[in-house]
């Protein structure tokens, strides 16, 4: 008899550590992605701004083919919709944890409107002399953006800046 209540009493005792456990540790679990649930939420609208801006920019080339005219018309507005989405997201003060993640995120995108405008400066007097310089600015600022963009996707898993292949290769055939 005394075995069973023995049981009983370890059953019990393990079921109330287990029912006090288990609510402790989903707490902290969610506490602790609730802060990265926040940020992404405030930074998405700019996020999906910059995906569809690059979306839009690689469709100037295709099938490897480079529509100069198609560049000098549409990246004017690109870039302002690149600097309006870079704007708001200077605004934004995420907490310590997430510094660094946003400093790469800014670093990403202002690193992509240097590209697009050295891509229109280039476009705009391709017989100009410091052309060389600004095709190594380009390739320069295509490097960065794009080193600063993986460096935010791989920190920020749920909400990512698209490096679509399209994207990629609009930037190679330009240079």
């Keep these: 008899m005394k075995i069973n209540k023995r049981i009983k009493y370890i059953a019990l005792f393990t079921l109330l550590i287990f029912s006090i456990s288990v609510p402790i540790f989903t707490l902290i679990y969610f506490n602790k992605n609730s802060h990265l649930l926040q940020y992404n939420k405030s930074i998405r609208t700019n996020i999906n701004n910059i995906n569809k ?35 708001n997201l200077e605004k934004y003060k995420p907490n310590e944890k997430y510094k660094d993640i946003h400093l790469n995120l800014i670093k990403g995108i202002t690193n992509n409107i240097y590209t697009y405008e050295q891509l229109l400066a280039i476009l705009n007097s391709p017989e100009s002399q410091d052309v060389d310089k600004a095709f190594y600015s380009f390739k320069k600022y295509r490097d960065d953006s794009i080193k600063f963009y993986e460096l935010f996707n791989s920190s920020n898993p749920k909400l990512k800046i698209n490096l679509s292949k399209d994207f990629l290769d609009c930037l190679n055939i330009s240079t």
């Design 53 to 87: 801006v690059n979306k839009e920019v690689s469709s100037y080339t295709t099938n490897n083919i480079f529509n100069a005219s198609k560049y000098r018309y549409n990246l004017p507005n690109s870039i302002k919709l690149l600097n309006s989405s870079k704007t």
